[in-house]
């Protein structure tokens, strides 16, 4: 089993499962709208209190993590649990961790970490090119945010691939947002783009009563939850996870034949916005 670990504020943390292993297949685990006899089966499985897991980042252990409660009876985290977390990854909303009761799995060293100032130099015009090839103007380009930018040796080959997402705001004359999500890995002194995802949201993609911020903060924006080798097969997959208004989306990725495919995604509805 998997989990993603999530610590949004300094004082809390929560894990959510997101996929099943069984022998080397993907199952899916409880959601938000599973019935209740469904919901007390896996809290009394996985959620007992004082239950301790194994925390994986960057595909390595990363410390542990306790439950606290599940919150089955809470409409709007009904597949989640709150923990206590100790590890030295330092969590926030951008950034996330893994949970697992596996006791094989994340036995590679992290590679894990920020981008060097090299990097993000390189990958910076590759990600203003493809706002210009989607026809962004370059007067909207200074309002490019970087949501989370991570440097990860996918492959182990001692090359650092970076996984980012990014948002251009226009604030004026219908706002809107602008939500790029890749994969880049190094070509010479630059990058090219393994996976690319764009979106443009206005007002009227939004639920009545959102704010078009909320992009910014997450909403309909895939971000990276962490990388793994979960098949072992020595070369690391990659878990993602897209924010929406009702519930939560999240996917695996794997390098297949040279070319990066999604093989696995799960729904997990939260409540009504």
Known sequence: MLFTVYSPLPAGAYMTPFVIIENGQFKQPIAGDSDEA??????????SKGRKYRVLFGGAEAGSLTVKEANKDKECSRSSADVTLRSAAKLNRNVMALATNSETLGAAKSTRRSPTTAERAALMPLVKAIYKQKGIAAALMPGLMTINLTALDLDNDGKSELVGSFVVKKQK?????????????????????????????????????ATIDAIEN?????????????????????????????????????KQGGKWNQIYEFSNYRCAF
């Open 38 to 47: 469904e919901m007390t089966t896996f809290a009394n499985a996985y959620y």
């Open 173 to 209: 004359q219908s706002p809107a947002r602008y939500a790029l999500f890749l994969f880049a890995e190094p070509k010479g002194a630059s990058y090219q783009t393994t996976v690319l995802q764009y979106e443009q949201y206005t007002d009227s993609d939004l639920m009545s009563g």
């Open 218 to 254: 997450g909403v309909y924006l895939e971000r990276l939850v962490d990388a793994l080798d979960i098949d072992g097969d020595g070369a690391s997959e990659v878990v993602t996870e897209r924010d929406g208004f009702e519930g939560d989306s999240y996917f695996i990725y794997k």
